[in-house]
């Protein structure tokens, strides 16, 4: 039971994640991207996110505008964001071929009206960032079913380049629990450059290569968030 991870990389690094198809195609990783900001995307852009989707990567949906939850529902309320942030968006996704089956949450944030909001439009709703990890239970975030609230929680970083990130020998821990367990967990990442170029919310794509090196060799099947 060596367990699935999911790989996510959020926001709209097109260019970028199309450069590292090669990494992803070298060790059979099925990745999500959670796509804002479809509306202001290049010809360009949506032409590499169909490309992505043909390889079998899923293309989630992560808002329309990325707009910070607590201050948005403060002035706006629920209701608004549903229709701004949430459906206008995702009928944007679907018009070009993207199914907006799961959900991304911005900054991590929701609330447990967003949630029950999310659950009733969505597959999988990926919540909390790796931050607020309990260090001493880890495998908390590690399901062995989807929930009933639909919810994951990210485990860790595929941003190798964060400060926050906590080290490839953790890392690699958080993979053996992974396969020990034989459940499932949520990575979070950004932008997958070339190369390192200093800190920031990225990977190098050696470093996306080292993470799926140690998923594959532990025999962790990396899949989509709808795969999960
Ligand atoms: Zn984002």
């Avoid at 690699?172 to 950004?190: N, P, S």
């Amino acid at each position: 039971m060596p367990g699935k991870l999911c790989l996510t990389f959020d926001d709209l690094f097109v260019n970028n994640w199309c450069a590292a198809r090669p990494v992803f195609d070298a060790y059979e990783a099925r990745v999500t991207f959670c796509i804002s900001h479809l509306h202001t995307a290049t010809p360009e852009q949506i032409k590499g996110l169909h490309l992505l989707q043909r390889d079998g990567h899923e293309i989630a949906y992560h808002t329309r505008t990325h707009p910070r939850l607590d201050q948005y529902l403060k002035r706006h309320g629920l209701e608004h964001w549903l229709e701004h942030e949430v459906d206008r968006g995702v009928a944007e996704h679907r018009a070009l071929g993207f199914p907006a089956r799961s959900f991304a949450c911005p900054f991590h944030a929701s609330t447990s009206e967003t949630r029950k909001a999310l659950a009733e439009r969505f597959e999988v709703i990926r919540t909390d960032g790796p931050r607020s990890i309990d260090p001493d239970n880890p495998g908390a975030r590690i399901y062995q079913e989807l929930p009933a609230n639909k919810c994951l929680a990210n485990l860790s970083f595929a941003d190798m380049q964060h400060k926050a990130f906590p080290g490839w020998k953790r890392q690699m821990e958080f993979l053996d629990l992974i396969a020990e367990t034989g459940g499932t967990a949520v990575f979070v990442g950004h932008d997958i450059r070339a190369r390192k170029t200093g800190p920031g919310f990225y990977s190098a794509q050696k470093q996306v290569a080292r993470l799926l090196e140690g998923a594959v060799a532990r025999g962790i099947s990396v899949v989509s968030l709808q795969d999960a």
